[in-house]
T-cell receptor
Framework: AQSVAQPEDQVNVAEGNPLTVKCTYS??????LFWYVQYPNRGLQFLLK??????LVKGSYGFEAEFNKSQTSFHLKKPSALVSDSALYFC??????????????FGRGTQLTVWP | DAGVIQSPRHEVTEMGQEVTLRCKPI?????LFWYRQTMMRGLELLIY????????DSGMPEDRFSAKMPNASFSTLKIQPSEPRDSAVYFC?????????????FGDGTRLSIL
């Protein structure tokens, strides 16, 4: 069965500092991994995805994520945080053996707060 | 391109009333998902459709909940009778089933309050 863990409910970082939001996954076979962001009173917005190839994936708004197969992790990173990055971030996994086409399994979300 | 459209954006109603939430997926997408988001339980998948056919409804809380997709451009989620514990934000999402690795695109949700 596929699953995702986001070990931190909250991440706080000062503006201009690098940020990391952690995600680990469990899946049989090759995973497809996604990051989404949710702003208040909005739906989830797609940020980036890893399918295959280069382990470092670049996405929207300067975010990137690093796929690490040995650690089954897919951490979201940004070199310099902005106050406007404050939002709820979700990691999701799809694919894997036995999975239904198109279905994603979401983590519980990590609230990122960037202080000015 | 228009995104996923949900209506209404907000719904306040009294316990026992029927509630109908509506969703128009992105044109050309053939997978549709209904989610519920609460502080306590996070984001829960309720049901999803592929090519208008329900594939997995194991996340539907109980028989009071039902979902339909009469055609590729419209879906409804109905709660009858509604209860205060149904209060949540309900999201609809769609994706292209053709490619396994395509992201889901979410609407802005319906915030439901049952008094």
């Amino acid at each position: 069965a596929q699953s995702v863990a986001q070990p931190e409910d909250q991440v706080n970082v000062a503006e201009g500092n690098p940020l990391t939001v952690k995600c680990t996954y469990s899946v049989s076979g090759n995973p497809y991994l996604f990051w989404y962001v949710q702003y208040p009173n909005r739906g989830l917005q797609f940020l980036l995805k890893y399918i295959t190839g280069d382990n470092l994936v670049k996405g929207s708004y300067g975010f990137e994520a690093e796929f690490n197969k040995s650690q089954t992790s897919f951490h979201l990173k940004k070199p310099s945080a902005l106050v406007s990055d404050s939002a709820l971030y979700f990691c999701a996994v799809g694919g894997g053996r036995g999975s239904t086409l198109g279905r994603l399994y979401f983590g519980r979300g990590t609230q990122l707060t960037v202080w000015p | 391109d228009a995104g996923v459209i949900q209506s209404p954006r907000h719904e306040v109603t009294e316990m026992g009333q029927e509630v109908t939430l509506r969703c128009k997926p992105i044109s050309g997408h053939n997978s549709l998902f209904w989610y519920r988001q609460t502080m306590m339980r996070g984001l829960e998948l309720l049901i999803y459709f592929n090519n208008n056919v329900p594939i997995d409804d194991s996340g539907m809380p109980e028989d009071r909940f039902s979902a339909k997709m009469p055609n590729a451009s419209f879906s409804t989620l109905k709660i009858q009778p509604s209860e205060p514990r149904d209060s949540a934000v309900y999201f609809c999402a769609s994706s292209s089933r053709t490619e396994r690795n395509q992201p889901q695109h979410f609407g802005d949700g319906t915030r439901l309050s049952i008094l």
